[in-house]
């Protein structure tokens, strides 16, 4: 049985300024990683952050199992009175929301001006230079 | 009054008039040729009516060159009111209560209403309740007056007159410099209602339009709108709803006409048609009544409608039409058929209106096609062509699909010259679908490939079915890559098997995708609401693919869930 390459990595960075938190994702969201970024949303939502802002510019593919992960973050986050922001998604992923009839449901925003230069783009409040310096960042790539 | 010596009606003067006046010195020459420099100045330069001042923009300007040039001390703007016939006071200087008053006066009575008239210059050296209609003017103590009219296109947009205390004689030059400002004006005016008329019909018409297609647990809607390419907006729409009965109610129809009064009757008439709905009235009286109503009140007015309802259990459709194109209705499996009821006149040719309804059968996953006549017609070609192409063209998908596909095969890259209106709404499946792909030939090519039970072998799915199509040159590569990795999970996760992916290329453009797992389990079509976390996967497919289907076999564990999609 042949065995699947890991070609196109999946990565997750993650900036916290409290109570704000940033989740830049990028690659292929399938079954594989899901587990991966669920657990990491969950440690956000742990940690106290209210308003999670989640990029999706470079994401390339998504499928329903990535869906679901998102509703179940829309739900906690709703529920603890907190905010949940998805920031550029591509054509192809604003069609699966509108598939899923879930376009309405999820608070999309388009393209972050911040977010095109090479600097990683800034949560939805922009944190004071003294913030920023206790930023902490997190990437992750599941797998290595 | 038009024989009293004190009124002088001039003759309107031409470009030829105005070199040979230029030429002569008089007081006003040189206050002719700055106005004409000044006035220039605030010509649009790209010539594009978008880029040129408005009237209430301009008006100021022009009143201080006027007063500026000719020594007048009033200066007054009146527009004409084309329903009733009258000019009303827009703008003055020095004579501001006549705006703040709405001053009206009827065309043909007193100074501004002969001026209107006549459209020609006309000049007072006498100002009192014999010669002008308006008290103000002579209140104000006004002695001598030069009005013009406003006139674009051939049609009146008002009159611009100017007002002196001292009683000034207006003579030639300053008619010609007063028709110079007023041309500029008219233009101004002109372009201007054109363009707030056309802003005023485009946000009507998407204030009418369903923003999003209606959420309804049983039955799937998408719709496609799109103007004709200059831009004017007709009085195209469509509409659906439930009624509180679960009865859903699908209406398409069309205003003859193109600008904002057909904009306007659509959106009355759509009031109309949801509200005899309400009233719990058959689909024929909604239609009857609706054109009692239209054929008081809109008098000249003209249009077509379908007008429908879908009632639980949504196993038949009953639609009565008006004189609209037939609707189109394709069962799973079927050919598509037109749903051609009674002839019947539109609204507003008859008084009374002889409508019948029909009733067809529906089927769990039939669709059907509303549409307005810009989806069908072209330039030189029979109208019954056109329909027959979108019969071809229409079949049980999901009903984005269905829009995305019907658009592409009707327009195309064609510029459309009517607007475009079109709805799809289906019967939500209830059921997988169990019967096994239906293919009439034989595979002209097949590929497969097994992948471990694993989650990276749905990517590795992904990565093959990619593989496979692109050499078959499939331009719905993402949805289809969507649906494998949908299947390929579904084999992980709920079968636990190992699963191979098969692809076969059919004949009429069409491609069939089979994942094949080995493990118990029969999957299941859930009514994924907005919260569910899970059960997204299979609707997804049933959503994006032609047909579909889950196929089991007899004494074996596992089962094939396949797809079909159109390359074209």
Same mark, same amino acid.
């Given at each position: 049985v042949p065995r699947a390459s890991k070609s196109e990595p999946f990565t997750i960075e993650i900036r916290r300024v409290f109570p704000d938190a940033l989740v830049v994702l990028a690659g292929e969201v399938d079954a594989s990683n899901v587990a991966e970024l669920y657990e990491q949303f969950s440690e956000l939502i742990r940690d106290g952050m209210q308003r999670i802002s989640l990029h999706l510019?470079?994401?390339?593919f998504m499928d329903s199992t990535g869906l679901s992960v998102l509703v179940a973050l829309q739900k906690r986050t709703q529920a603890l009175g907190g905010e949940f922001v998805i920031f550029s998604p591509s054509p192809q992923l604003r069609r699966l929301f509108a598939l899923a009839s879930l376009d309405s449901y999820f608070t999309i925003r388009p393209v +972050?001006?911040?977010?095109?230069? +090479?600097a990683p783009p800034s949560p939805t409040s922009t944190p004071r230079d003294e913030e920023r310096t206790t930023a902490r960042t997190t990437r992750l790539t599941p797998g290595d | 009054m038009r024989d009293d010596p004190t009124i002088e009606t001039l003759p309107p003067s031409a470009t030829a008039s105005v070199t040979a006046s230029v030429q002569r010195p008089t007081r006003w020459s040189s206050g002719l040729h700055e106005l004409e420099g000044r006035l220039q100045a605030l010509r649009p330069v790209s010539g594009s009516s978008l880029a040129s001042l408005d009237l209430d923009e301009l008006l100021p300007l022009v009143f201080d060159l006027l007063v500026d040039?000719?020594?007048?001390?009033t200066a007054a703007v009146l527009l004409h009111d084309a329903a009733s016939d009258q000019l009303v006071a827009h703008a003055a200087r020095g004579l501001e209560e006549e705006v703040r008053q709405g001053v009206r006066v009827p065309v043909g009575v007193g100074f501004a209403g002969r001026v209107a008239e006549e459209r020609r210059p006309v000049v007072l050296s006498r100002v009192d309740a014999s010669t002008v209609a308006n008290p103000i003017l002579w209140h104000k103590g006004i002695r001598s007056m030069l009005g013009v009219p406003l006139i674009a296109e051939d049609t009146l947009i008002g009159v611009l007159h100017v007002g002196s205390y001292s009683g000034m004689a207006f003579d030639d030059e300053a008619v010609v410099l007063l028709e110079l400002a007023a041309d500029r004006l008219a233009a101004a005016a002109r372009s201007g209602t054109a363009l707030a008329e056309r802003r005023a019909a485009r946000v009507l018409q998407r204030s009418l339009l369903p923003a999003s297609p209606l959420s309804h647990p049983h039955i799937d809607f998408a719709s496609r709108y799109v103007p004709a390419e200059r831009g004017d907006i007709g009085g195209d729409w469509y509409d659906a709803f439930e009624l509180s009965t679960g009865e859903v109610w699908v209406m398409t129809g069309d205003v003859v006409g193109h600008g904002l009064q057909p904009a306007i009757i659509m959106g009355r008439l759509r009031s109309t048609l949801r509200a005899y709905a309400l009233l719990r009235m058959s689909p024929e009286d909604v239609l009857r009544a609706a054109n009692r109503k239209f054929d008081l009140f809109e008098p000249g007015a003209m249009a077509t409608v379908i007008c429908g309802v879908l009632v639980p259990p949504f196993d038949e459709f009953r639609m009565c039409s008006a004189g609209h194109p037939p609707p189109v209705l394709a069962h799973p499996g079927g050919e598509a058929e037109l749903l051609v009821s009674t002839p019947t006149p539109p #609204?507003?040719?008859? *008084?009374e209106l002889e409508s019948s309804s029909t009733r067809w059968k529906l089927e769990d996953g039939s669709a059907l096609v509303f549409y307005t006549d810009g989806l069908i017609e072209r330039r030189g070609e029979p109208i019954t062509e056109g329909i027959e192409r979108l019969r071809g063209a229409v079949?049980?998908?999901a009903p984005e699909l269905l829009c995305a596909e019907i658009m592409e095969t009707m327009i195309g890259r064609y510029q459309p010259t009517d607007d475009v209106a079109l709805l799809a709404v289906r019967v939500r499946p209830?059921?997988? *679908?169990? %019967? *096994? *792909?239906?293919?009439?030939?034989?595979? #002209?090519v097949a590929r497969s490939e097994l992948f471990a039970c694993e989650a990276e072998s749905v990517r590795g799915a992904r990565r093959f079915i990619a593989e496979c199509v692109g050499q078959l040159g499939l331009r719905r590569m993402p949805e289809v890559q969507l649906m494998v990795s949908e299947l390929a999970t579904n084999a992980i996760q709920y079968s636990g098997s190992q699963f191979d992916v098969t692809v076969d290329r059919l004949t009429e453009g069409k491609v069939r995708v089979e994942v094949r797992d080995f493990g118990p389990g029969v999957p299941e079509l859930s009514e994924a609401?907005?919260? %569910?976390?899970?059960?997204r996967g299979l609707r997804i497919v049933d959503l994006l693919s032609e047909t579909w289907g889950v196929v089991t076999r007899p004494g074996a564990a596992g089962k094939s869930t396949w797809f079909i999609v159109s390359t074209e």
């Open positions: 510019a470079e994401v390339t +972050d001006r911040s977010c095109q230069g +090479d | 040039l000719l020594g007048c001390d #609204l507003g040719v008859l *008084p079949h049980s998908g209830k059921h997988v *679908p169990s %019967a *096994p *792909p239906h293919v009439e030939t034989e595979p #002209l609401g907005c919260e %569910a976390e899970s059960g």
